[in-house]
């Protein structure tokens, strides 16, 4: 079998205790199917997990690292974007 | 020392644990020699579940039959005659899609025995089965799925794993074949008749074969003699790398 006929898939996990998948890794398999089997293999080892998304990695559109400054970069100087300005009350407690 | 179980019970059990180990050490065989990483994993996972099988079936036999065995001595101190698991579970691994079709045989025929036996009327032998169905549910998915990607890709793969069928075909029948301890068991509730598994057997193969466009190997005489203790070259070989340990250091611990 050789790299090219096994396409990559990233994994996506959903923990037990979790409200949303995150991912965790990926892997390598000949289909969506083996995909599943191969991500609860080596991904849910220690039942921890309620749920399991396989993606291509294919079909994962992602920025381009070159153009973080043109991204990212302009949200840096706005820290009052951040909601740190605010006074929180003694009664509310944690948030 | 390590006689054959007086209790009918007790050895019944160490005959499902027997199969569960051997098969589970097969297995373990593969790592680090698996064709990909995740399939290492994912054999290596398949095997923990066999050896965790083994561990209840076995510490149960021992508390049945009272002789002051344990389940490291099952495993570890006896020899080839003294094992009664089924031949097809010592074979070699071979390729891939021979431990496959070995696989997929193995769980065809295992998991309608859990399901089976998760009708004990010893509770404690219920649960065990329970666990294991759920557990051979998945074996059963993932070696099916293997035998249909193998049988239906490539030209070379199709005929590995028509060939790891024909070749292991001639061990299929000594899983349904009954003895008196398979009757005496079943009679009580306590255990499963093993020649009344193979209706759910046949499905679960043919459903496999037909979606991987393999043929179902004619069926000739079979080969037995693993309930008796008569077992093929390989088990002796295994059991030297398997048992060498507490052979060498008995009683070795951590």
């Not at chain 2, 790592?31 to 994912?42: F, H, V």
């Not at chain 2, 508390?63 to 005659?81: H, M, T």
């Not at chain 2, 009664?84 to 025929?109: C, K, S, W």
């Not at chain 2, 059963?140 to 030209?155: F, N, S, V, Y």
Request: glycine share 6%; with cysteine; proline share 5%.
């Amino acid at each position: 079998m050789t790299e090219k006929a096994t396409p990559l898939w990233e994994v996506f996990i959903r923990p037990r205790n979790g409200l949303a998948h995150r991912h965790v890794g990926s892997l390598h398999a000949v289909d969506a199917e083996m995909a599943l089997q191969n991500a609860r293999d080596v991904y849910t080892r220690r039942g921890e997990t309620f749920s399991i998304w396989v993606v291509p990695s294919a079909a994962i559109i992602a920025s381009d690292p070159g153009e973080k400054d043109v991204m990212f970069e302009p949200t840096a100087s706005k820290i009052y974007r951040h909601p740190t300005f605010y006074e929180v009350p003694e009664e509310v407690g944690h948030m | 020392m390590t006689q054959t179980s007086t209790d009918p019970r007790a050895a019944w059990l160490i005959r499902l644990g027997d199969s569960a180990l051997i098969l589970g050490h097969r297995l373990s065989e593969w790592s680090s020699r698996a064709p990909t990483i995740e399939e290492d994993i994912a054999l290596s996972n398949l095997a923990l579940d066999l050896i965790g099988q083994t561990r209840a079936l076995y510490s149960h036999a021992c508390a049945l039959e009272g002789q002051g065995r344990n389940e490291d001595v099952l495993a570890y101190r006896r020899a080839e005659p003294e094992f009664r698991n089924l031949l097809l579970v010592e074979q070699p691994n071979g390729n891939f899609a021979d431990t496959m079709a070995r696989h997929l045989i193995f769980a065809a025929y295992a998991l309608p025995l859990y399901e089976a036996l998760a009708g004990s009327n010893d509770a404690e032998v219920a649960g065990i089965a329970t666990r294991s169905a759920r557990e051979m549910t998945y074996h059963l998915r993932h070696a099916g799925e293997w035998m249909i990607r193998l049988g239906d890709g490539t030209a070379e793969s199709r005929d590995k794993a028509q060939e790891a069928f024909e070749d292991l075909w001639a061990y299929v029948p000594e899983l349904f074949e009954a003895d008196d301890l398979d009757r005496k068991v079943a009679a009580t509730g306590f255990g499963v008749d093993p020649s009344t598994l193979r209706p759910a057997f046949d499905a679960a193969i043919d459903a496999v074969l037909a979606r991987a466009t393999l043929k179902r190997p004619v069926e000739r005489h079979g080969i037995s003699g693993g309930r008796k203790g008569v077992h093929s070259e390989h088990l002796g070989h295994m059991l030297a790398t398997m048992q060498y340990l507490q052979r060498a250091y008995p009683d070795a611990v951590w």
